[in-house]
């Protein structure tokens, strides 16, 4: 088989590189990334001369460098790439836009004229919306996006739903809650809360510190995405989630607990606009008809994720400092 994997030097990207080359050396894999500021290729050291892998840095959206790579005939798609980070899609919203709903657009034409046996469309649980006190997004739930980045997400999803329907592509489309675990931009919850209170900085927590998200662990996605390629029926939605619904407080909380650090470094700041206030995921339609189960339980997935951060504080304060930036530029002569 061979997989273009989208976004692959980014945080689920590379974990799912990972992942895949230990489950099957034989696939051919190929890493599509343009390496905006999220993109890392120090991820993927330990498979960069693996014979089955390959990068290509080139942008979604940039037409010419897609049809080149899909000349080479490739089975299925994998989409990671996008911009990820809501708080950046309120300060800029255009480049949202561009990367995640024009560029599956460019992918998606490409696909079609080529050919695919799949093209799975990594999404996320965002673009539901919010939930009140109680239910669960389900894959029928109405998309109600409140952020420029779900927005986004939601816009290229509709695309990809539409060339399924209008021009018979065979897609999948995942939507997952909120990831954790190694490799993740320290500008997200759980890494910027770590690296911060290591350096006894004040953390950050938007408004009262009571919105409620889903977490999973990164693994877990990543194999939720395998059976999805392998046996997801075409044209369906797959949502994926552990049920571990936590408030921000409690997160930051057991990370200070772990760390032995006191809680007078919480800061209480500006909430975020548009905030969501809950996230929770109904998993039952990818572990009743493909079998998925999470393998991680939050507790000891969180441990485990905070012990991966003290043990790499050499790659979180690589990317602190831009120096990350400078290992791409050796190996690949260009940023
Ligand atoms: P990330 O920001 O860590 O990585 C994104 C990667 O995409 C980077 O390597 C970046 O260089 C690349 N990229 C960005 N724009 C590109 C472009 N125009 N062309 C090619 N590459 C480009 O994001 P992530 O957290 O790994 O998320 C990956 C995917 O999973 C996204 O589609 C996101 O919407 C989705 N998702 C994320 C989560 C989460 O909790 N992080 C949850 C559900 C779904
Ligand atoms: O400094 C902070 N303080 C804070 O209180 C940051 C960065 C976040 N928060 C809050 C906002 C959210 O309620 O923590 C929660 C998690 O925030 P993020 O890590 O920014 O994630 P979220 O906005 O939930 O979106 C993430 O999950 C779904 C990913 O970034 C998305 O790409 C994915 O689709």
Known sequence: MKLLVTGGAGFIGSNFILYMIQQYPNYQIINMDALTYAGNLENLKSVQHHPNYSFVQADIADKPAVDAIFQQGIDVVVNFAAESHVDRSILE??????????????LLD?????GVTKFVQVSTDEVYGSLGDTGLFSETTPLAPNSPYSASKAGGDLLVRAYHE?????????RCSNNYGPYQFPEKLIPLIISR??????????GDGLNIRDWLYVEDHCSAIDLVIHQ????EVYNIGGNNERTNLHIVK?????????????????DRPGHDRRYGIDP???MNELGWKPKHNFETGIKETIQWYLNHKDWWTRIQSGAYRDYMTQQYGKR
């Open 93 to 106: 919203p255009e480049i949202f836009v561009n990367t995640n709903v024009m560029g599956t657009q460019v």
């Open 166 to 174: 209008t021009f018979g592509l065979p897609i999948n489309i995942t």
């Open 110 to 114: 490409a696909a079609k004229k080529y």
């Open 232 to 235: 997801g029926k075409i044209g």
């Open 254 to 270: 057991t990370i200070l607990e772990e760390l032995g650090k006191p809680e007078s470094l919480i800061t209480y700041v500006a």
């Open 197 to 206: 209170a290591l350096n006894d900085e004040s953390l950050p927590v938007y």
């Open 284 to 286: 039952t339609k990818i």
